[in-house]
């Protein structure tokens, strides 16, 4: 919830979240969870070790997994009689009515172009210590949003109470009760956390909220504050805050300049720069004190997290337009557009600048302020090589209303502008590192609904090779030298009890079984669930990922010369 003293609403942050987070990697399900963060500093666990035993049924943890980073870790949420607790390496925790898990941050973002996304955090997560982070909420039968009790389908609207009961517990300490808390913006070794909580109830117009950073309450007294972020390195701490008429942003307590309104500040990803928009005679973007006026309004991006290059040099964010910044030179460009524009992404080298914008019945895509003749119905995922000299991007070919999601060519990979065969599905464009290779997940067939119970296939497109098809497969990745990819496939299906979480209905969700992981076409041993994406050794040698075979929660590393 956004305060009164926001200028720039929050209406695009969905819509540019979606188009960076990747997609299902094997099932949509709650075990979809990641096992790597980008940017992290630990070393992820280079043997194979069981790390858990599941002590309860399928029917009672409900599918939600997480591992650390580093793989020497693994939680999941045990589910019974209406209560939840968190289960740390085979470690009850205490009984909650709730632990909120959000389904975006299943897949985490691997892309360093928007790492900044990956410092904000609804779902639970490991800090660099192994120590467990999570929100929760108290009272009996709640669903995701902590609502009580079942939903009448007949309600027009939900007008369920919501529990005023919510904590953040780190490891096993329970942080202070408070109506509601927000999503913890943290540190990359999660070290570092803080949030905003509303102290009387749901009305951030009406009743104060506070700043609380790593469990103790900031003393500020502000009329009202946004939501907090927090630096890369955990050392930096900002918000925008009023006091009165005045607007300014608030960085380790330190009042800065004060202007009519603010947008959320954000942090480069070194940790070096603070950037958020400002109006007082005009609209400006600032970063550390220094202003760029710009020139057309940015309706919803000043709340959305900007883009960066992969030095973190050069930013940018969409609006009305493109506007990009190099924080060295200080050159701002501007690309004005009449719509909207989204899917913002930045070259390595940080000298292009590609995104989408709306036109009269579709989008078109356009790289510095050039706009491609091809209308398009959606463009969905843009991405740069490494060195910068190619682009491809997905599109789809019918309207989401028109599109039967059953049958049909429905979507296309457009790869250095040619537009390459149409199938029921494409996934995100990768490049290797060499930027010599592209591969992406597509599926075709008839039928296929999203858990593959039909006829439908899935296989991954490597340059112009169809691999092997399977009943799924996940988003593909890189080793460091190009030379190796790997990903994750499903060969069948298994039925498990699964919970509706905004109804509490019980129910049956199909998720596919018998996972294994591809290395450059060579399969590996079968496992129940395999979770995230697999993780490349710096030297290209190894594969590491996460899995279940039956109850047994294990960390696997594969030797690659060992499947030649």
């Known amino acids: 919830m956004k305060m009164l003293l926001s200028f720039f609403m929050n209406s695009h942050y969905g819509t540019i979240l979606a188009g960076l987070v990747t997609v299902c990697l094997v099932s949509c399900s709650e075990a979809d969870v990641a096992t790597t963060k980008t940017g992290t500093s630990l070393a992820p666990n280079w043997h194979t070790e069981k790390l858990a035993t599941l002590s309860v049924a399928d029917d009672t943890y409900d599918h939600r997994i997480i591992f650390s980073p580093d793989g020497n870790h693994v939680a999941y949420v045990e589910v019974k009689n209406g209560q939840e607790r968190m289960v740390v390496d085979e470690k009850p925790g205490k009984w909650h009515g709730k632990i909120i898990w959000d389904n975006y941050q299943y897949q985490q973002n691997t892309d360093p172009l928007n790492h900044v996304l990956d410092r904000f955090r609804s779902s639970p997560f490991f800090t660099a210590d192994g120590i467990i982070v999570y929100r929760a909420c108290e009272g ?99 918000y925008r805050a009023r006091k009165g008429e005045q607007a300014f942003i608030v960085e380790n307590g330190v009042q800065g300049k004060s202007f009519r309104f603010l947008s959320n500040p954000f942090y480069n990803p070194t940790s070096t720069d603070l950037v958020y928009f400002a109006v007082q005679n005009g609209l400006s973007l600032i ?84 706009k491609d003749p091809h209308e398009h119905n959606r463009i969905v995922d843009i991405a740069f090589s490494s060195d910068s000299r190619r682009i491809a991007y997905t599109v789809q070919l019918v309207s989401i209303e028109t599109s039967t999601g059953n049958s049909g060519n429905d979507m296309q990979m457009v790869i250095d502008g040619k537009p390459e065969e149409a199938y029921q599905y494409v996934g995100s464009p990768l490049f290797s590192p060499d930027s ?19 006829d439908s296939q899935m296989f991954i497109k490597f340059n ?90 294990m960390w696997v590393v594969d030797n690659i010369a060992q499947r030649l």
């Open 140 to 238: 009996k039968n709640l669903d995701s949003q902590c609502r009580e009790g079942e939903l009448n389908p007949e309600d027009e609207e939900d007008n369920r109470p919501i529990s005023h009961d919510q904590k953040v517990i780190v490891g096993t300490n329970e942080g202070e009760s408070y109506p509601l808390i927000e999503w913890i913006s943290a540190s990359e070794d999660g070290r570092t956390i803080a949030y905003r909580a509303f102290k009387k109830s749901l009305l951030p117009f009406v009743d104060p909220s506070v700043i609380v950073v790593n469990g103790t309450e900031q003393k500020d007294a502000f009329d009202e504050i946004g939501d907090p972020t927090v630096s890369a390195d955990g050392k930096k701490i900002a």
């Open 287 to 370: 970063v550390n004190d220094r202003e760029w006026p710009v020139s057309f309004p940015y309706p919803g991006t000043g709340d959305a997290p900007p883009i960066f290059s992969n030095d973190g040099t050069t930013l940018g964010f969409t609006g009305k337009g493109m506007i990009t910044l190099n924080l060295k030179t200080g050159h701002l460009q501007q690309f004005a557009e009449d719509n909207d524009t989204y899917y913002p992404v930045i070259s390595p080298n940080g000298l292009k600048v590609a995104y989408m914008v709306e036109g009269g019945n579709g989008q078109y895509f356009t790289l510095n302020g050039i």
């Open 436 to 454: 010599k290779n592209i591969a992406y997940a597509v599926r075709t067939g008839s039928g296929a609904d999203t858990y593959g119970l039909s």
């Open 464 to 553: 112009d090779k169809n691999m092997k098809a399977y009943r799924s497969v996940g988003s593909p990745v890189f080793s460091q030298d190009g030379k190796h990819f790997a990903y994750v496939a499903g060969r069948g299906i298994k039925e498990v009890p699964q919970r509706d979480e905004e109804r509490q209905i019980s129910s049956t969700l199909n998720m596919n079984a018998e996972t294994l992981v591809v290395i450059d076409g060579r399969e590996g041993a079968s496992y129940d669930e395999i979770f995230g994406t697999p993780v490349f050794s710096p030297d290209g040698k190894l594969v590491a990922y996460a899995a279940r075979r039956g109850s047994d929660l």
